[in-house]
């Protein structure tokens, strides 16, 4: 890969902003007063075969590094994804945006010739024009807040809507869970719920690790201690081990105070 | 302290702690030696770190010798564990005298000894002294003479590097003459000259306590007033020349019982560290180390310590018997002769406060530690002693695992261990003092010594002033320098200032009365008296009519100051000195927490406003009605709940003309043409609701079943108590008398619910996530917090003030943002909840003081910080929490802190501070220590106290210089701007039928952006409370070029280096994006440093 990258650059005729095999560099500034650009690294969308994308192929621009203030109009990640296509869209009110930083881009085009126009745009583009300025600093962040003043009512008739849809399919679920109730599968296995006539225990860990401590408890409640010689010759020999433990750590703590001469008392 | 007699007594001279001082220096040196030897011979602990032990089963249960059994048992005899055992051998180590070092001092002695013997014409003492020389000071005028005289000669002899004088103990009649080898050995040994008479030359009967040897004629140049009224007794006098008549029995006297087992001479010189840690040696009339060797003595004499005690037994014994025994009730003695014409006790009791005799029966060892004499009998030094053992005794039974650190190894200067210090300067306002309170006397006895004349009638006289506001004062005077001996010797005026500490009492604090006697009571002239003008008659309550004073003071701010008032106005008014001569140290550090326009408050006031209007409003929370589920519990969940927030909310009023408004919504927004609004933080309020088979047990739903009650809510406050309430998913802001609360509802088996994690089995186990443990903390551990704090300040009225300056510091060095607000307030309970060795704090001045040693000492590394609130965690638990810890080191955050509530995971310090940050706090406050401890211990004052509060600005990458105009808290900058801009708030408090703008901080939202955009490639550090520039600190390792990725691209550029693809930080274009994102708020962007060239 190294190499080829490097004779890729080489070989370009013209003095052409460097870029990675495959992608062009398109530079890009928020407006006409800045002095330097960043630059989007762009390639059509394309994936090896057999590796599964919602991206219609060809027609897509795959841009990488995308700026922070570049926040309308496409569709754009936090990190590469072939999977994700456009969810349908979150609840404002339960899922916030997220603050932007830099950002990938996937770009969906009518036609594939927008692909290939993309890719030869020279640029340097820029975000915010006269015609059309885009918001930063203060004026952004005085619009967020206006934005983020919620309305109660909106909120209301989504909580509404989850909720009835919500208790549907708990009904169903429940009386689905009622008709199979003491019904054996085809094996003659009959599922026992909690719900039933005679509920059993939870099938959670907690619950089971319960059971295995009360086990274990009556068991040492049964065991005599210090009552065999052996026994009470192991003890001695577990508690001296213990002194010895606890020796070697000491000593071990002191190595360390000595090395930060922590035992010079002024 | 050592007395090495002139003559052939130079041997005994090595055990003293002059010649042990310098010394130490030279064994530590050598110990860097032995120990960087041994570091690279056995394998050291990987970078400081503390590793769990891992003996083979061979090595753990092997058959223990005999000697192994014996260290055993020894160690469970003389010693708590053996950790106290190995710490013990090591400090031992440190201070004791090596061989070879001994070998060299006893030369350098015989030296000396064959000089001062072969200095011509020094006649035979008996030729210098004469019957009667005892009187008018004749004796210590020729004893300074006859020692000029071998200074003069032994200055001449290249053996000596130098020659000079010095004071013994501070007595300015005594000079002794100090020589110090020429050489490599010149700062190894000083050998210490005292003249002595023969022994039996002075009779000790004229030497009593009650009799006088300065002659008042001689002395003031009149008999004493009147007729036939006796001449004064001198018993500091006569103690000073009995102290050279036996001087070298006492030495004899150590030698033979010190050297009689190994246990004596280490438990003294354990005692002796112990000493010098508490500066109780210090200065002139200190408890010396002598004076606890003749202690040991004592006890040995009396069975209380025997010769098979170990040092550590010793060292303990002493301070039990300190702590226990009133040496001011009941004197000891070390004379063992039952001869009937030797004084009594009493009679020494009479003259001193603190009586220990020596074996002739005549010395009052403890003369010099009574600050006064027979003017009023108590001593500050012993009070201070006692005080001291009870504390070390007390640390010693808690069986704290740090015990041996704090009882040896932490040194307790007076301006950390006492909550405010005065000084008094110019000294020479003393002799006026003197005159003012007919300290004639006692300037007789002193030989003109008015600052020692002084101290105890002054002392008395603020220690009863202070009253029930004190618990403990204490003096200081730096020791008497010594000088050349072709100059003057040093005067009184001269030996610098006299400073006091005072250590105050929580709950007298608050009191600004001190109440006097009914008026026609004969005590009301008494009172009268002593508090003069400010005595005034008062009709109380209950009817009768009593003589008071009265102190101004409203805030809890001034009613600490109060002392300071006391002792200015009974200074001036018994003993003429005037407010300018008392530098009174105890609140400048308050301005650092001063409200913006309040100056005669730290907050304490306006916390507790806002804390009494969150009770209202759980009050109203609680008695609501038409909520679908009730209330069952309403707990606070921020800062200003707990007392520990910097600046206090106040209440607030919007000018509406400032804003936007959004009718429809009923809510005010900031406008693009004002300057930004006030910050007004909503205080966080989590309210449980009950749980019920009502609540989904579906993580979405939940949130769904929330955001309902959170409407509900906001509706039922306006309806039933016309609240103005906002309402969104997560919770409900409500408007209660210009404060701002949020409040979130809570269902508390939610956490549990977004733990549920189903196996394939269909067996549901329970797994952290960030989800479930970000809503524990929030919603569970944060209010127990908040509570268990809460209370604390309660007990410790100082807590606040101690968490604010502290976390002030913190956020004024730019660090705020790397440390959780909570981690820091544990920090400072812990200062209050874990004091050893001192008291817990009584002002914010002394536990910031404390805050700065402990963050610049602690080591986090290897120690988890225990805070015990309420006690809750025993020792054994602290012990299992402590080797739990070690285990899991790796895996836990750089600074650990334990709490009851959390006993393994420190959820406050997962999310920060990384390893960098902690060390630069911990640099930061290392060199902010010494140096604000200095300003405070200097006596012209401590000059611009906001020094150590000033970041250092030139370690930063870039600067972004933010625009005033916008940062919404600029008047709480450290350095207060002279004028700022209207924040669009009325003066008078009222209410509002709109809601304010909440948490809009335009620094740090841009923070927030700048931290997700560049968060990879740079640090950003910023103080919230009016910060007007943001550091930023480029990241080393992202600058280095790297490979292409299409997943790194952020902020980089492809670069072509020598002939190779890379990517790099596009310097250029993210420093224009620093600007762009910040528009309007960002002034300039100043890169300061070329290291970012890549």
């Given at each position: 890969m190294v190499a080829r990258r490097r004779k890729c650059a080489a070989r370009d005729p013209e003095d052409r902003i460097p870029s990675p095999l495959g992608y062009a560099a398109i530079p890009i500034k928020f407006s006409e007063k800045q002095q330097a650009s960043h630059y989007l690294y762009v390639r059509a969308h394309g994936v090896r075969q057999g590796t599964k994308s919602t991206w219609p192929q060809k027609r897509t621009l795959f841009v990488l590094n995308v700026p922070p203030y570049c926040t309308e109009s496409v569709e754009l990640q936090e990190k590469p994804d072939l999977a994700e296509s456009p969810k349908e869209s979150r609840s404002k009110f339960f899922h916030p945006k997220p603050v932007p930083g830099f950002q990938v881009a996937y770009v969906v085009f009518q036609k594939p010739s927008g692909v290939s126009a993309a890719l030869a745009l020279k640029g340097p583009?820029?975000?915010?024009?006269?015609?059309h300025p885009v918001k930063s600093g203060i004026h952004k962040w005085i619009s967020d807040y206006a934005d983020s003043v919620p309305d109660p009512e909106a909120l209301r008739v989504e909580v509404d809507t989850f909720m009835e849809a919500y208790d549907q399919k708990i009904a169903e679920e429940e009386a689905k869970a009622k008709e199979e109730e003491g019904v054996p599968d085809e094996e003659g296995w009959v599922k026992v719920t909690r719900r039933g006539r005679r509920p059993v225990l939870p099938r959670t860990e907690a619950a089971s690790l319960r059971v295995l401590e009360r086990e274990r408890r009556k068991r040492s409640r049964k065991e005599l201690l210090n009552f065999y010689a052996w026994q009470h010759r192991e003890s001695k020999m577990e508690h001296l081990a213990q002194l010895r433990k606890k020796f070697e750590e000491d000593k071990q703590r002191i190595e360390l105070l000595r090395a930060q001469r922590k035992f010079r008392p002024y | 302290m050592g007395p090495a007699p002139a003559g052939e007594q130079l041997r005994g001279a090595t055990g003293e702690p002059e010649v042990m001082e310098p010394a130490l220096e030279g064994t530590g040196k050598e110990g860097k030696k032995a120990s960087s030897r041994k570091r690279t011979l056995a394998e050291p602990p990987a970078k400081g770190l503390l590793q769990p032990v891992k003996l083979s089963r061979a090595e753990l249960y092997k058959e223990p010798t005999n000697e192994e059994l014996n260290r055993l048992r020894e160690t469970e005899i003389l010693f708590h564990s053996s950790l106290l055992r190995l710490q013990v051998e090591e400090l031992l180590k440190e201070v004791r005298l090596s061989e070879k070092k001994k070998d060299r001092i006893d030369a350098f002695l015989r030296e000396v000894n064959q000089r001062v013997v072969r200095v011509p014409s020094v006649p035979e003492t008996e030729e210098i002294l004469q019957d009667k020389d005892g009187l008018n000071q004749r004796y210590f005028r020729k004893r300074a003479l006859y020692l000029a005289h071998l200074a003069h000669h032994l200055a001449q002899d290249p053996l000596f590097g130098s020659v000079c004088f010095s004071y013994t103990n501070g007595c300015h009649l005594k000079p002794s003459l100090l020589l110090r080898p020429r050489g490599k050995d010149e700062r190894l040994v000083t050998v210490r000259l005292h003249p002595c008479p023969p022994p039996d030359f002075f009779r000790p009967c004229r030497l009593l306590p009650t009799k006088n040897n300065v002659r008042s004629a001689w002395y003031r140049g009149q008999s004493p007033a009147g007729d036939g009224s006796p001449e004064p007794p001198t018993p500091r006098y006569n103690t000073w020349v009995l102290q050279d008549t036996v001087l070298e029995s006492h030495l004899q006297l150590l030698s033979t019982i010190l050297s009689s087992a190994q246990g004596l001479k280490d438990g003294v010189a354990l005692l002796k560290v112990w000493l010098r840690q508490r500066e109780l040696d210090k200065g002139q009339g200190g408890f010396t180390g002598f004076l606890v060797s003749m202690l040991v003595v004592f006890l040995v004499s009396t069975r209380k310590i025997h010769t098979t005690m170990s040092g550590y037994q010793v060292l303990r014994s002493v301070l039990q018997f300190l702590a226990t025994t009133d040496l001011t009730v009941n004197g000891i003695s070390l004379c063992l002769s039952s001869d009937p014409s030797l004084p009594a006790l009493a009679d020494f009791h009479q003259a001193f406060s603190v009586v220990f005799l020596d074996s002739s029966g005549h010395l009052n060892l403890c003369a010099d530690v009574t600050a006064s004499t027979y003017h009023q009998g108590w001593s500050l030094l012993w009070l201070q002693v006692q005080h001291e053992a009870r504390l070390s005794m007390m640390l010693l039974d808690s069986r704290a695992d740090d015990g041996f650190h704090l009882l040896l190894m932490t040194p307790k200067p007076m301006i950390r261990a006492f909550d405010h210090v005065l000084h008094l300067r110019p000294l020479s306002r003393l002799q006026a003092a003197c005159h003012r309170l007919k300290l004639w006397p006692e300037l007789q006895d002193n030989g003109g010594d008015y600052v020692s004349a002084a101290l105890g009638p002054l002392t008395t006289l603020l220690e009863q002033g202070l009253g029930a506001r004190l618990n403990l004062l204490a003096h200081s005077r730096p020791p008497v320098p010594e000088w050349d001996i072709s100059q003057d010797p040093p005067k009184h005026k001269d030996s610098g200032t006299l400073t006091l500490g005072l250590l105050l009492r929580p709950e007298g604090l608050t009191s600004v009365l001190e109440l006097g006697p009914e008026a026609d009571q004969p005590e009301a002239a008494k009172f009268r008296q002593f508090w003069g003008s400010r005595s005034e008659l008062r009709r109380f309550q209950d009817g009768a009519i009593r003589e008071a004073v009265v102190w101004e003071a409203a805030s809890m701010s001034q009613k600490r100051l109060i002392p300071h008032q006391v002792v200015t106005h009974l200074l001036a008014l018994h003993a003429d000195i005037p407010e300018t001569c008392v530098h009174y140290v105890g609140g400048p550090l308050d301005a650092l927490i001063q409200g913006l326009k309040e100056t005669s408050s730290t907050g304490e006031e306006a916390l507790v406003a806002a804390v009494r209007c969150y009770d209202d409003l759980s009050r109203l929370l609680w008695g609501l009605e038409g909520l679908p589920l009730t209330v069952s519990a309403v707990q606070g969940a921020h800062p200003v709940l707990r007392y520990t927030e910097v600046f206090p909310p106040t209440p607030v009023r919007p000018a509406f003309s400032f804003y936007e408004t959004l009718r429809e919504r009923s809510s005010l927004l900031p406008r693009l043409d004002k300057p930004c609004p006030a910050y007004v933080e909503p205080m966080t309020v989590v309210c449980h609701l009950e749980g019920s088979g009502q609540w989904p047990q579906d993580a979405e739903a939940v949130q769904r079943v929330r955001a309902a009650f959170q409407l509900r809510l906001a509706e039922l406050l306006t309806q039933q108590h016309g609240l103005q309430c906002r309402a969104t998913a997560t919770h409900t802001d409500v408007l209660k008398d210009g404060f701002v609360f949020r409040i979130r509802v809570a269902y508390q088996r939610e956490p549990q619910i977004l733990k549920e994690v189903q196996s394939p089995e269909g067996m549901i186990s329970l797994r952290d996530t960030a989800a479930s443990l970000r809503l524990e903390r929030d919603t569970r551990q944060l209010p127990l917090l908040t509570s268990a704090l809460h209370g604390l300040q309660q007990q410790h009225p100082a807590f606040s003030g101690v968490a604010r300056l502290a976390k002030r510091w913190v956020r004024a060095q730019l660090l705020g943002e790397g440390f959780a607000d909570e981690s820091l307030d544990l920090v400072a309970a812990a200062l209050f909840l874990h004091p050893e060795p001192f008291t817990p704090p009584s002002s914010p001045q002394v536990g910031f003081l404390r805050f700065l040693f402990l963050v610049s000492t602690f080591d986090w590394k290897n120690n988890p910080l225990f805070v015990n609130l309420n006690n809750e965690l025993t020792v054994e638990e602290q012990v299992e929490i402590r080797s739990g810890f070690l285990a899991a080191r790796a895996q836990l955050p750089v600074m650990v802190i334990v709490t009851p509530q959390d006993r393994k995971n420190s959820v406050w310090t997962q999310d920060g501070p990384s390893a960098q940050i902690l060390q630069q706090l911990v640099v930061l406050a290392a060199e902010a220590l010494p140096m604000l401890e200095k300003q405070l211990m200097d006596p012209r004052g401590p000059g611009d106290i906001r020094t150590v509060f000033r970041p250092p600005l030139d370690i930063y990458d870039v600067l972004i210089r933010l625009s005033p105009r916008h940062i919404p808290r600029h008047r709480q900058a450290v350095d207060s701007p002279a004028a700022s801009f209207c924040r669009g708030l009325l003066s008078q408090p009222g209410p509002s039928s709109l809601m304010l703008v909440l948490g809009y901080d335009p620094p740090q939202l841009y923070l927030t952006q700048l931290r997700e955009a560049f968060g990879d490639l740079a640090l950003f550090f910023y103080d919230q409370h009016g910060g007007e520039v943001i550091g930023v600190l480029w990241k080393p390792t992202s600058f280095q070029p790297q490979p292409f990725k299409a997943s790194s691209t952020k902020g980089r550029m492809v670069m072509s280096r020598g002939g190779e693809l890379v990517m790099v930080p596009n310097v250029e274009a993210i420093l224009e994006d620093f600007a762009v994102l910040g528009e309007g708020l960002v002034q300039t962007v100043e890169a300061r440093s070329e290291r970012w060239t890549v």
């Open positions: 583009l820029l975000v915010s024009t006269e015609s | -």
